[in-house]
């Protein structure tokens, strides 16, 4: 008898599917043309037909030109867009001289601490002509300001820029850690952002919604998707509370999720996914901009699933997973480097990333046909199963009052942690097998040299810092500060346009932070009392 192996939302895949999977199945309600409600097919009526993907490789590391010479080195690679990683201290709001970033500047990202870094970090980069994401959340709009300056400075109107601001704090409360400020002005600023990209950057997508950072913390497809489309929701009702009109924001709302190696479930998590948000768009919220509907979303293959051990066989997965986003309908990729569970990508690992994206995109016949799975027995069945699957863990974040009062409650992250816990379970027994960790594994691992980042990267940024607050005007940062404060008691100003002129007289993400924290205070898990 054929063993049933369970995906990994949970039911188990068939052995064999047929007809009677799709018995009473309704193909115009469930899956639409391309393009079209409920967008199972994608988002676009021709897909890669006319074009590939944005291929938009992620990269950031130490000072701003070391990433600045990286990014270069992949625009001329072929790579479509840039993707910025900062480092922790940036994506928590300190400067790279404050003693809690101490052994942690420009290690896992780049140091940004104001608007001479960015400066640098986009030398020589045309931004009216590159898209641009950048992977931040609680201080998302400083670096989205600090962005739009550098293209002022460079002649580049805010209409003209087009990229992505992840600024998704909700899920740094259930799955990462990257917050500063408690979940209610976490969700003003969030507003502000939506208020002000309309009216100063209209082509900018003012949020990328993320179920990638719950899946690296161990979470189900249809857990990555359930709980990611909750706090969407919670983000729409955040902008209409603050009294705007769903079809003038939700078009600029993005999403961003990762592809693991379950090529199948991966793909039925992508479609189930698009069909759940267009439903709740429509029925829910009365959008009737088909922009509104449209779930558009970035991927990226599974750092999580990347091993130390025999790193070049991440190459297998990362093509793979980068399949499994492509088949799905992914708008842009980021293929991960086979190295990055050793250390920091070196520039040949990135390149061959980047390459993989380019074989499937230029010698596979993947992209010459819309949606290839379409009616696929196997592949509709698991769609069903896990948009079932999301559907349940929906009314659940929703029976306990929405995403936020669920987060209070510890519910997404107590389920993430929950299936964390089967998978090494599962991994430590050998009932799932990883090449080279627990099967296949070598008597002896070949010798590899990792990319450093250089230590006194830190006493280089602490140098800046001095010289940058010796050389501005002290008082008109401080005088930019207090009206940002002031904006910020209040509850009917746009924080952002203050906050634009403090970054404009040089004020630091870290001084730009603290003043929002005096008074919004700083967030403390439920946990730590």
Same mark, same amino acid.
């Given at each position: 008898?054929?063993?049933?192996?369970?995906?990994?939302?949970?039911?188990?895949?068939?052995? +064999?599917?047929?007809?009677?999977?799709?018995?009473?199945?309704?193909?115009?309600?469930? %899956?639409?043309?391309?393009?079209?409600?409920?967008?199972?097919?994608?988002?676009?009526?021709?897909?890669?037909?006319?074009?590939?993907? *944005?291929?938009?490789?992620?990269?950031?590391?130490?000072?701003?030109?070391?990433?600045?010479?990286?990014?270069?080195?992949?625009?001329?690679?072929?790579?479509?867009?840039?993707?910025?990683?900062?480092?922790?201290?940036?994506?928590?709001?300190?400067?790279?001289?404050?003693?809690?970033?101490?052994?942690? $500047?420009?290690?896992?990202?780049?140091?940004?601490? =104001? %608007?001479?870094?960015?400066?640098?970090?986009?030398?020589?980069?045309?931004?009216?002509?590159?898209?641009? =994401?950048?992977?931040?959340?609680?201080?998302?709009?400083?670096?989205?300001?600090?962005?739009?300056?550098?293209?002022? !400075?460079?002649?580049?109107?805010?209409?003209?820029?087009?990229?992505?601001?992840?600024?998704?704090? %909700?899920?740094?409360?259930?799955?990462?850690?990257?917050?500063?400020?408690?979940?209610?002005?976490?969700?003003?600023?969030?507003?502000?952002?939506?208020?002000?990209?309309?009216?100063?950057?209209?082509?900018?997508?003012?949020?990328?919604?993320?179920?990638?950072?719950?899946?690296?913390?161990?979470?189900?497809?249809?857990?990555?998707?359930?709980?990611?489309?909750?706090?969407?929701?919670?983000?729409?009702?955040?902008? $209409?509370?603050?009294?705007?009109?769903?079809?003038?924001?939700?078009?600029?709302?993005?999403?961003?999720?990762?592809?693991?190696?379950?090529?199948?479930?991966?793909?039925?998590?992508?479609? +189930?996914? /698009?069909?759940?948000?267009?439903?709740?768009?429509?029925?829910?919220?009365?959008?009737?901009?088909?922009?509104?509907?449209?779930?558009?979303?970035?991927?990226?293959?599974?750092?999580? @699933? #990347?091993?130390?051990?025999?790193?070049?066989?991440?190459?297998?997965?990362?093509?793979?997973?980068?399949?499994?986003?492509?088949?799905?309908?992914?708008?842009?990729?980021?293929?991960?480097?086979?190295?990055?569970?050793?250390?920091?990508?070196?520039?040949?690992?990135?390149?061959?990333?980047?390459?993989?994206?380019?074989?499937?995109?230029?010698? *596979?016949?993947?992209?010459? *046909? $819309?949606?290839?799975?379409?009616?696929?027995?196997?592949?509709?069945?698991? *769609?069903?199963?896990?948009?079932?699957?999301? $559907?349940?863990?929906?009314?659940?974040?929703?029976?306990?009052?929405?995403?936020?009062?669920?987060?209070?409650?510890?519910?997404?992250?107590? !389920?993430?942690? /929950?299936?964390?816990?089967?998978?090494?379970?599962?991994?430590?027994?050998?009932?799932?097998?990883?090449?080279?960790?627990? /099967?296949?594994?070598?008597?002896?691992?070949?010798?590899?040299?990792?990319? /450093?980042?250089?230590?006194?990267?830190?006493?280089? @940024?602490?140098?800046? %810092?001095?010289?940058?607050?010796?050389?501005?005007?002290?008082?008109?940062?401080?005088?930019?500060?207090?009206?940002?404060?002031?904006?910020?008691?209040?509850?009917? +100003?746009?924080? #952002?346009?203050?906050?634009?002129?403090?970054?404009?007289?040089?004020?630091?993400?870290?001084?730009?932070?603290? +003043?929002?924290?005096?008074?919004?205070?700083?967030?403390?898990?439920?946990?730590?009392?």
């Amino acid at each position: 008898m054929t063993k049933r192996r369970p995906t990994e939302s949970g039911p188990p895949i068939e052995p +064999a599917y047929g007809p009677d999977a799709l018995a009473g199945w309704d193909p115009a309600e469930r %899956l639409g043309e391309p393009g079209a409600y409920p967008y199972t097919r994608g988002v676009y009526p021709t897909m890669y037909t006319g074009r590939p993907w *944005t291929m938009r490789q992620y990269a950031g590391f130490g000072t701003a030109a070391e990433s600045n010479a990286r990014y270069r080195r992949l625009i001329e690679h072929g790579s479509h867009g840039l993707s910025v990683a900062f480092d922790l201290p940036t994506q928590m709001g300190h400067d790279s001289d404050a003693p809690i970033a101490s052994g942690e $500047v420009g290690k896992v990202g780049v140091a940004i601490d =104001s %608007l001479d870094d960015m400066r640098v970090l986009f030398g020589g980069i045309p931004l009216g002509e590159v898209s641009t =994401s950048m992977t931040i959340n609680a201080p998302a709009a400083l670096l989205l300001l600090l962005y739009q300056l550098v293209a002022e !400075e460079q002649g580049v109107a805010g209409d003209r820029l087009t990229g992505t601001v992840q600024n998704d704090v %909700l899920k740094e409360y259930i799955a990462r850690g990257t917050y500063i400020f408690p979940p209610k002005p976490s969700l003003r600023l969030t507003a502000d952002i939506f208020q002000y990209c309309r009216a100063e950057i209209p082509r900018w997508n003012t949020i990328s919604v993320s179920g990638y950072h719950m899946a690296e913390a161990g979470a189900s497809p249809a857990q990555e998707i359930a709980f990611t489309l909750a706090d969407g929701i919670e983000y729409v009702r955040t902008a $209409v509370a603050a009294g705007m009109e769903v079809d003038d924001f939700a078009p600029r709302i993005s999403f961003f999720f990762v592809a693991r190696t379950t090529l199948l479930e991966e793909v039925a998590k992508f479609r +189930a996914a /698009r069909r759940i948000w267009a439903r709740v768009m429509r029925e829910e919220f009365g959008a009737r901009d088909p922009k509104s509907m449209m779930l558009r979303f970035h991927t990226q293959t599974a750092g999580v @699933q #990347l091993t130390a051990q025999q790193p070049e066989v991440n190459l297998v997965r990362v093509a793979v997973q980068g399949l499994a986003a492509v088949l799905g309908g992914t708008q842009s990729l980021h293929t991960n480097s086979f190295d990055e569970a050793i250390a920091l990508p070196t520039d040949k690992a990135a390149r061959l990333a980047l390459r993989t994206q380019q074989v499937l995109a230029y010698e *596979t016949d993947v992209p010459a *046909t $819309v949606d290839p799975f379409a009616g696929s027995y196997a592949v509709e069945s698991l *769609t069903d199963l896990v948009e079932e699957a999301a $559907v349940d863990l929906m009314r659940r974040v929703e029976d306990l009052g929405g995403a936020v009062a669920a987060i209070e409650h510890g519910f997404q992250k107590a !389920e993430i942690e /929950r299936n964390a816990y089967r998978i090494a379970q599962e991994t430590d027994s050998g009932e799932r097998v990883v090449v080279g960790v627990n /099967r296949f594994q070598l008597a002896e691992e070949e010798p590899y040299e990792p990319l /450093r980042v250089d230590p006194e990267i830190e006493n280089r @940024q602490r140098e800046r %810092l001095a010289r940058l607050r010796s050389e501005r005007d002290g008082r008109a940062v401080e005088a930019a500060l207090t009206a940002l404060r002031k904006a910020a008691e209040g509850t009917s +100003a746009n924080v #952002l346009y203050p906050m634009k002129d403090a970054l404009r007289a040089r004020a630091t993400v870290g001084e730009v932070c603290g +003043a929002l924290r005096e008074v919004w205070g700083s967030y403390v898990p439920a946990e730590a009392f």
